[in-house]
């Protein structure tokens, strides 16, 4: 039977504008084994936030997870305050992460938006490992905004934009894939569904991509979190992101 | 101590229930744990023909509560027949069937094709959604409509119905008394109330229903009030819900005058939390000094009667 667990805080701290590093531990981290997934986090003791946040998984080393938040309203906000040595209650790994064991001597792009950027660090990870080369391409609102730079060129070619010039390439992420070197195989990718829409249909071939929704239960009861479904003649018409997802082949659903 | 509850047609374990929509169709909550634990299952709203719902976002957060605009999502009450209920009926364990509609026909049609589901032990008869543009609410605000839809589907349905209200009215009381004298055999109340949040940096409503119906701890002072009074001119029981996230507040759904309790919001925080309430609920009336079920059930009121007729012998 699942359960909600306590996880101990190692590590809460600001690693770019508005966006926090967070290091847990707990007994479930040996769980955690498939880049994508997401930790339905609750935020706080009392009843004042009644939601979990979906937090996808950044790393796994050890016995440790890492998640990376941007605060975006209250919830968030409150977590910024868990300190070294509190707990965090977490239901997880939950959702469907990246397909990926299958890959190998592969060149695979990885694009990441913000805080979207997180999941595909994990999955570069593996991917390195299984003997596929990555290149990388993230796109962040503006400098102060940029993480996770070092982190991502020790696993291949990096490129980075932003919004506004400050830092990187200024533009869309779409705008460096001329520059990336061909051919690719495959790619993945996680972001703002603008960003999502401009990938997915600038490339033509196969693709994942991880979506973002706010969620109720987080465990596919509730219907919060649903996406429509790309097949007209789809026997259900929807997807659940917490249940289905939250990563999909880009096909299947609706952007 | 005895915790079992007899509603009709209905004898539950014990008073607790998930709310209808905030629990699917139980599958996912049996991955948390046995569902014969509970007192009964309330499934998601049924509807004829399958509905997809609103657009995204569907929720929002408020201060200890949230606002939802799911738009009765649901695969039609066929595939719910033949796809989702089967899977309950390997539980010990009631099951209350919601019913959705756009028009008395589609409500109809839909009690009756539950009605003859084995498995199915009761009707909660919707008249209450407010995220959806037609049907639910509209039969939830004018009590006339409301006796009529309860009186048609009664006729078309052997199992009893309970009517589930909703909070978005001047008298509560009213609604109430007409769906009992249309022959509604409980109540379910309360529903969501109607609320709105914003987006700060865009400017317009967070939800893209614009508005949705706001549940969680922040709206039980007003299901506390509304059982309170309604309880008291009503002679059919009252399944109580609105904020419920732990054992006291279920005592005081039943002081208030409901005889079972409905836990709704609270599962999306924490999936265990009816088993945790099933298992706290003796030793938290028996903390208080009671010892059974019958004694809460509208004590909030009765007590006082009772103080008021000593005081005039």
Known sequence: MLKPQNMQVLQNQKIAQDTFELKLTGPQVQDMTEPGQFLHVMIGEGWEHVLRRPLSITDVEHHVVTVIYKIVGKGTRALTEKKQGDSIDVLGPRGNGFPYQTNEDQHILLVGGGVGVPPLFYLAKKLVAQGNKVTTVLGFQTSSAVFYEKEFQGLGDLFITTDDGSYGHKGLVTDVFERIEKPVDLYYTCGPKPMIKAVTNHLTIPGFMSLEERMGCGIGACFACVCEAADTKDEKGYRKVCQDGPVFPVEEVML | ?313
């Open chain 2, 1 to 313: 101590m005895d915790l079992s509850v007899k509603l009709p047609g209905l004898t539950l374990k014990n008073p607790i229930m998930p709310a209808s929509g905030c629990f699917g169709f139980g599958r996912e909550f049996s991955e948390f744990y046995d569902l014969d634990k509970l007192g009964a299952i309330v499934i998601k709203a049924a509807t004829k023909e399958r509905r997809y719902g609103n657009q995204t976002p569907r929720v929002a957060e408020t201060s200890s509560g949230m606002l939802n605009a799911i738009g009765l999502q649901n695969p039609g009450v066929d595939k719910i027949i033949s796809q989702e209920l089967p899977f309950l009926e390997r539980f010990d364990t009631p099951v209350i069937a919601n019913v959705a509609g756009s028009t008395v026909e589609e409500y109809i049609e839909v009690a009756s094709k539950l009605s003859e589901t084995p498995g199915v032990h009761a009707l909660e008869l919707n008249i209450s959604c407010p995220n959806v543009k037609e049907g639910g609410i509209q039969f939830g605000t004018d009590p006339e409509l409301a006796a009529t839809l309860t009186r048609s589907v009664k006729r078309a349905s052997n199992l009893p119905v309970y009517v589930k209200l909703s909070p978005n009215t001047s008298d509560i009381k009213r609604m109430a008394l007409s769906v009992e004298e249309a022959g509604a055999d409980g109540l379910s109340m309360i529903n969501t109330l109607v609320g709105m949040q914003l987006n700060l940096q865009k400017g317009d409503p967070l939800l893209s229903n614009k508005t949705g119906g706001l549940s969680g701890p922040a709206i039980k002072p007003v299901a506390i009030r509304m059982i309170y009074e309604v309880s008291q001119v009503v002679n059919i029981p009252i399944i109580g819900m609105g904020g419920v996230t732990c054992a006291e507040d279920v005592l005081e759904f039943l002081l208030a005058g409901a005889s079972a309790v409905a836990v709704g919001t609270a599962n999306f925080r924490n999936p265990l939390i009816c088993p945790e309430i099933i298992e706290e609920l003796p030793q938290t009336l028996s903390n208080y000094g009671y010892n059974s079920l019958e004694e809460c059930v509208g004590r909030s009121w009765k007590h006082v009667e009772e103080q008021s007729s000593v005081s005039r012998t």
